[in-house]
């Protein structure tokens, strides 16, 4: 067997070393991703914003409102028993990945807007 490590470039020609296996999180967690790409159809549809349907990101004081979604969601299911949201019949993890992704997101595109105020005369498109 070979070591992943060590497999790539000088046992192929192909230099993976080094890269993410995306593979890995579609293979060991595909249903949880499907439901967490499901929530994320089920947002796109009731907000539609065409053509990236990313309305979450318009959503006002976003970081606070989807942190207070996201405990939510995970008070429904570790406190309350309930597996599946209301609404969208959807797994309350997959809408708390949701959840913690927009949040990821926010504070990584604020942190980008606070370093490009932070250095004047630099622009960056965000």
Known sequence: MTDW?????????????????????MVQFGE??????????????????????D????????ERRYTDALYRHLHAY???????DEESGLHHFAHAMCNLMFIYEIRKQNEIANAV??????SVRI
């Open 5 to 25: 490590k060590t497999a790539g470039a000088n046992s192929d020609g192909k230099a993976d070393d080094g890269k993410v296996r995306m593979s890995l999180l």
């Open 78 to 84: 570790f406190v309350e028993g309930e597996e599946l």
């Open 32 to 53: 949880i991703l499907k439901q967490t790409a499901g929530v994320l159809t089920f947002g796109a549809e009731k907000y539609p914003k065409p053509p990236m349907d």
């Open 117 to 122: 105020k932070a250095s004047p005369g630099h």
């Open 55 to 62: 309305s979450w990101r318009d959503v006002p004081d976003g």
